[in-house]
């Protein structure tokens, strides 16, 4: 393969990509309550969703299962991913809470919260989702 | 005798198919490519040809040293080619049932299913470690039997060609006698889905009747839609994660392993197996299921 084909190789793809986006493929998932815990119970093995905070924006969600463990839910794309969470350490930012994932690629999750929802989140060892 | 390269003559009309999905896209589901996504797969897929260049040198060494020790002279009859095309995606299935079952061949394999989505760029997701994930050693048998190296690499350039239409979700299905015999987008769907019915079911290549030979074939079903991934959503587009995260994930738990026997075990085991159990494999997410289903049925 020569640098010619594959800098036409790469080219091609980028100009797929482009065609995707001028097309208006895709867009982003839109997550509500029912969503984020059935996708938790869905890619979890064994976890049973009890209760689910969801950003402002439905670009993510927490996800509180029944023996007290969380679950983050993120829009990728038009679909979603999920993590457990080991360790629940929220952030503040402004306009929400920043929740770390402890992967570095799924990387940190922003919920859009009301004042009040992130005042009782950052609580230490919340009891149940505000 | 001198055979051209199938993937690379192909290269036109799978460009010019994905284009075409995409328009179709637009009218009837516009979340069927995700342009981010799409990026991705293609880059993935032009990654796996240079990668391809660099190696095939090698396999093609090896090929041919394992063609030396050939226990018939097969030559270049027709019937040569035919039982050639067979036997070599009889190979395929081999290498592809392993390559779900054994980490170290995941390893390489995960890339083509790490995408959300189920389209025609998700066929070009393809591994860049595949010589070192011993790929390859799947279809040295046929060359110990005799087949010329070059006859079964265009074979192999065939199976791969065939596979790229079946990654749709533009048709639905065939009529009754294709799917019994020929690998289609309904079977291929199944193979691609995280749902626990269709874990690890589906692995042909071209002819789904390996699949009904070894036990292994799971129909798609209307009231099953096939949810796509892998069970640890990689939840990032970046290609290089995609291309060598399960590398990373066996090479941390190599390390952190207790004992040379577990260490090894994390190599050979299947995706997912972990010393202490901690894990899910997709046996464990089937069994759950079943049990699951066996307890709503009581």
Redesign the interface.
């Known amino acids: 393969?020569s640098a010619l084909t594959?800098s036409g190789?790469?080219a091609?793809?980028?100009a797929?990509?482009?065609?995707?986006?001028a097309?208006?493929?895709?867009?982003r998932a839109a997550l509500d309550r029912g969503r984020a815990m059935a996708e938790a119970e869905?890619?979890l093995?064994?976890f049973a969703a009890t209760e689910a905070l969801v950003s402002e924006d439905g670009a993510a969600a927490l996800v509180l299962g029944a023996h007290g463990e969380l679950a983050l839910v993120?829009a990728?794309?038009?679909?979603?991913?999920?993590?457990r969470l080991s360790r629940f350490a929220p952030q503040p930012v402004a306009g929400g809470v920043r929740v770390p994932?402890g992967?570095r690629?799924?990387?940190d999750v922003i919920l859009k919260l009301s004042a009040a929802q992130c005042e009782r989140l950052l609580r230490p060892s919340p009891e149940s989702l505000p | 005798m001198t055979l051209p390269n199938p993937i690379e003559l192909a290269?036109p009309a799978f460009?010019l198919l994905?284009?075409a999905e995409?328009?179709l896209?637009?009218y009837r589901d516009?979340?069927?490519?995700?342009?981010?996504?799409?990026?991705t797969s293609?880059?993935l897929?032009?990654g796996n040809?240079?990668a391809g260049?660099l190696s095939g040198g090698l396999v093609l060494a090896a090929a041919v040293a394992a063609h030396e020790y050939r226990l018939f002279e097969l030559g270049w009859t027709w019937w040569a080619f035919v039982l050639c095309f067979v036997l070599d995606d009889l190979a395929y299935y081999a290498f592809h049932r392993s390559a779900h079952r054994v980490r170290w061949f995941w390893a390489s394999h995960v890339i083509h299913h790490s995408s959300?989505?189920y389209n025609l760029?998700t066929a070009l997701r393809q591994p860049w470690t595949s010589f070192f994930s011993l790929a390859f050693a799947f279809r040295l048998p046929l060359f110990v039997l005799g087949f010329e190296p070059s006859m079964v690499l265009f074979c192999a350039g065939l199976n791969l060609v065939y596979q790229f239409w079946i990654h749709t979700e533009a048709i639905g299905r065939l009529p009754r006698a294709i799917e019994a015999v020929m690998n289609t987008p309904s079977h291929h769907r199944v193979h691609h889905a995280v749902n626990p019915r269709y874990l690890d079911r589906n692995y042909a290549g071209v002819f789904i009747v390996w699949d009904r030979l070894f036990g292994t074939f799971e129909p798609e079903r209307d009231d099953e839609r096939p949810?796509y991934?892998i069970i640890h959503?990689?939840?990032?587009?970046?290609i290089l994660?995609a291309a060598f995260?399960e590398w990373i994930g066996i090479g941390r738990d190599f390390w952190h392993a207790p004992g040379w026997r577990n260490k090894l075990r994390y190599l050979v085991r299947e995706p997912g197996w972990s010393h202490d159990g901690s894990r899910?494999t997709t046996d464990?997410?089937r069994a759950?299921w079943l049990a699951r289903g066996a307890e709503a049925g009581k």
């Not at chain 1, 797929?16 to 986006?21: D, P, Q």
């Not at chain 1, 990728?76 to 993590?83: K, S, Y």
């Not at chain 2, 516009?30 to 990026?39: A, F, I, K, V």
């Open positions: 393969m594959l190789l790469i091609t793809a980028l797929l990509a482009g065609i995707a986006w097309l208006g493929l895709g867009g869905e890619r093995a064994g993120k990728h794309g038009v679909e979603l991913a999920v993590r994932s992967e690629m799924f990387g | 290269i460009v994905v284009l995409m328009v896209a637009r516009r979340r069927g490519y995700c342009p981010r996504d799409t990026l293609l880059s897929g032009v040809l240079a260049v959300q989505h760029a949810r991934g959503q990689l939840g990032s587009f970046s994660w995260h899910d464990s997410i759950r």
